[in-house]
C-alpha cells in the first residue's frame, strides 16, 4: 500500500521483494542499519531522485499488484 500510495518503500532486504519490485528503481532495500540511515540521509538530499523511485514504485503497484490482481492470481488456483 505505500508504493500505491506513491510513498518511498524502505525495507529490509528479502530475495523475494524482487518478484514485486526492483529495488534501487521502484523501492529501497537495506541490510544493515547504517544502509537504512544512509537511505534516510540520500532521500533528504536528493528529493527529485525519490520521487522517480515513488513514482516507479507506484506505477509497478498500480500495474501488477492491486487487490484485483491478487484476487484474479488466486481465483485462477482455485479454478
Keep these: 500500500e505505500i ?26 532495500t537495506y541490510e544493515t542499519w547504517d544502509e537504512l540511515l544512509e537511505h534516510l540521509k540520500r532521500a533528504k538530499r536528493e528529493p527529485f531522485a525519490m ?12 500495474a501488477d499488484h492491486t487487490y484485483e490482481h491478487r484476487l484474479k492470481e488466486i481465483l485462477k488456483g482455485v479454478a
Design 3 to 28: 508504493a500505491g500510495a506513491a510513498g518511498l518503500q524502505l525495507m529490509e532486504f528479502r530475495p523475494a521483494i524482487a518478484r514485486c519490485f526492483e529495488p534501487g528503481k521502484e523501492m529501497l
Design 51 to 62: 520521487k522517480k523511485i515513488r513514482e516507479a514504485g507506484a506505477k509497478r503497484a498500480l
